[in-house]
């Protein structure tokens, strides 16, 4: 290597760095026996804030739900801890079949005809979705409607930045006018999106289908607990963060990703299916029966190249909707709303408080609301509180604050919040 480079030894290529710099003292202090190195980090530990028992009302992207105690049961088991993600045809049976229960229950919450065993998280998901919906439709363009998480904008462009694909913000007027390139490969839209606001996907997926592209929809799957799924409207492509499922925040991943799509679409699909099938003695087993993203496979005619352990988390997920079946996604869905607008209805009543509502347009948990103070100071007064504010979203909406309500909220929680939003509101009003 040092011959290719054009050196002939190593420290030439450090020469830029001070000498004084190069190998600096660690300056370790004196070693410690283990129960002193234990004593002294259960010191350390006991200067953090234990946010799981705050009242929070940040939402944003990561929610706050109740995690029964059979996910951890099943996570903990020593089959599924140390299994990686099942890319090779020879994977355990118990790791491949949790992947195929992941992949049912997700396809079942959508309404569609096939999931996939995971992505690495809902941004990237989301990417990926744009990049089949160009190579479905072998057009170049894809066009994510202004109202999604400018999160998802950015991974989108990060993706397709040298794949020869254009990403392009749209409006909604432009979107239901028909104004929308020809070269357009899809409509991607975030429902409920950045502001909480569900979008009318009907209209959404009319529009892209009138223009010859493909209609694609990221989503918060508590959602569909109680609102229509994607499946529904004939929506080509669905993916969302898999996170609200069963998995803890854990100060922001690992998550899995959820990708859905039509049966038609499948050879474009990015990611692994794994299938079910029988052996020659009639016996039920699992196999990957489809991984076209495989690099070692297709190599440069792969999808894509995921290539992480979202294994573990799909079996978070999984175990979480089995758990709750359909009755139960429901009543957490149907919790969320209700709180979350008591909680907006209260706010709105408060002088110099003002949620910001879409006329023709509802909300699920989150909502905008505008403050009479800067939002960083509102989260700094509620924290000194012991609460966990909203998120501060004033590059969107001036002084705004996006608040989020979950099943996990009780009412006194949103009292408390709203006396104190009470006692900021009065003090900048006099």
Not at 104 to 119: K, L, P, R, T
Not at 144 to 158: K, Q
Not at 307 to 330: D, E, K, N, W
Not at 363 to 381: D, L, Y
């Amino acid at each position: 290597m040092l011959a290719t480079i054009g050196v002939d030894q190593f420290d030439e290529l450090i020469t830029d760095i001070p000498e004084e710099h190069r190998n600096p003292p660690l300056r370790l202090p004196d070693s410690a026996s283990e129960l002193e190195v234990t004593s002294r980090m259960q010191a350390l530990a006991a200067l953090n804030q234990d946010a799981g028992t705050q009242p929070s009302f940040l939402g944003g992207g990561a929610y706050r739900h109740f995690i029964p105690a059979t996910v951890g049961a099943v996570l903990q088991r020593g089959e599924f801890v140390t299994s990686y993600t099942p890319y090779q045809p020879e994977a355990a049976q118990g790791v491949l079949q949790s992947g195929f229960e992941f992949q049912s229950a997700v396809a079942q919450i959508f309404d569609m005809e096939v999931a996939n065993a995971g992505m690495y998280d809902g941004p990237t998901a989301f990417a990926e979705a744009g990049l089949m919906a160009a190579r479905v439709s072998r057009r170049n363009r894809i066009l994510i409607l202004d109202t999604a998480d400018r999160r998802l904008f950015e991974v989108a462009e990060a993706y397709t930045r040298y794949q020869q694909v254009e990403v392009e913000a749209i409006s909604r007027e432009r979107v239901m006018n028909g104004d929308i390139p020809d070269d357009a490969a899809c409509i991607a839209f975030q429902s409920p999106n950045f502001l909480g606001r569900i979008e009318d996907v009907q209209a959404l997926t009319d529009a892209a289908h009138d223009a010859g592209a493909l209609s694609v929809m990221h989503t918060y799957p508590i959602t569909l607990g109680m609102f229509k799924p994607p499946g529904a409207f004939g929506v080509d492509i669905a993916t969302a963060e898999g996170q609200p499922l069963g998995v803890p925040l854990t100060f922001g991943g690992a998550y899995v990703g959820l990708f859905t799509t039509k049966q038609r679409y499948i050879r474009q699909l990015p990611g692994r299916i794994i299938g079910k099938t029988t052996d020659t003695m009639g016996r039920t087993g699992y196999t990957l029966t489809l991984q076209t993203r495989e690099q070692h496979i297709r190599r440069e005619r792969a999808t894509s190249n995921i290539c992480t352990s979202t294994q573990l988390i799909g079996l978070m997920v999984a175990v979480y909707c089995a758990t709750m079946g359909p009755s139960g996604l429901r009543q957490v869905a149907e919790l969320s709303y209700h709180k979350a607008h008591y909680l907006a209805n209260a706010i709105d009543a408060l002088p110099s408080w003002k949620v910001i509502r879409a006329e023709g347009s509802t909300f699920f948990n989150e909502f905008p609301v505008q403050c009479p103070i800067a939002p960083a100071e509102v989260n700094r007064r509620l924290a000194e509180r012991g609460i966990i504010g909203g998120l501060d979203v004033g590059h969107v909406v001036p002084n705004g604050m996006l608040f989020c309500a979950t099943e996990m909220n009780s009412r006194s929680e949103a009292d408390r919040l709203i006396a104190s939003l009470k006692d900021m509101g009065y003090g900048a009003a006099a």
